[in-house]
Structure formats: structure tokens, C-alpha cells
């Protein structure tokens, strides 16, 4: 059974940092590309960053480029997200992503966690 657990949200000022974590589990971690998505009150999902099974490929959204970094440690089945210069506008609930499976995929995801950024 796949899980994807995110930690690491909360409240933090403009400017400040965070990190968050997000533990695989029930699949082949070091098989699959990983990506962080976001969803604001009242907006739809958007996708934030993406890193490749190896960490050899990382990609961004604009708005977050330069400010977030994506990373990934295999041997912990984790991915993360480093969040830095945060702005008003990055608050939202993260979700980790994922889709894994062999000749059938699916995409899984985590429960969400709340990031907020106050002035």
C-alpha cells in the first residue's frame, strides 16, 4: 500500500523558511520521479517542482524558482522541499506526488500539509 506522509508546514513570517518532508512508503522510492504540488484557498492545485528518480533532473514553477529547492534521499525514502524567501502568496497546502506502478500507474498522493506565511 502506497503512503505519502508530508511534515515539516506551519507558520512562519515573509521571508522566513521551511522545509518539508515527505516519507514513501509501499513502493520502489528510488524508481520514480517525485513532485511537490500546492492548492490555495479558493484556487486550483498547481504543480510547484519535480525531481527525477536520480536527482539528476529538477524542475520548478516560475513562481517559485530561485526560492525553492527540491532534493531527495533515497536511502530514507524521502522527499523534501527547502522553502526559502517565503511569500504571502506560498501559503497553501502542500502535497507530495507521485505515480508509480509497473505496467499499470497510478498517481498517489499525500494527506496535505499547511504552510502559512504572515506579513
Known amino acids: 500500500q502506497v503512503q505519502l506522509v508530508e511534515s515539516g508546514g506551519g507558520l512562519v513570517q515573509a521571508g522566513g523558511s521551511l522545509r518539508l518532508s515527505c516519507a514513501a512508503s509501499g513502493f520502489t522510492f528510488s524508481s520514480y520521479a517525485m513532485r511537490w504540488y500546492r492548492q490555495a484557498p479558493g484556487r486550483e492545485r498547481e504543480w510547484v517542482a519535480s525531481?527525477?528518480?536520480?536527482?539528476?533532473?529538477?524542475s520548478y514553477a516560475d513562481s517559485v524558482k530561485g526560492r525553492f529547492t527540491i532534493s531527495r534521499d533515497n536511502a530514507k525514502n524521502t522527499v523534501y522541499l527547502q522553502m526559502n524567501n517565503l511569500k504571502v502568496e506560498d501559503t497553501a497546502l502542500y502535497y507530495c506526488?507521485?505515480?508509480?506502478?509497473?505496467?499499470?500507474?497510478?498517481?498517489?498522493w499525500g494527506q496535505g500539509i499547511q504552510v502559512t506565511v504572515s506579513l
Open positions: 506526488n507521485t505515480v508509480a506502478g509497473g505496467t499499470a500507474r497510478f498517481t498517489y
Open positions: 525531481i527525477g528518480s536520480l536527482s539528476t533532473i529538477r
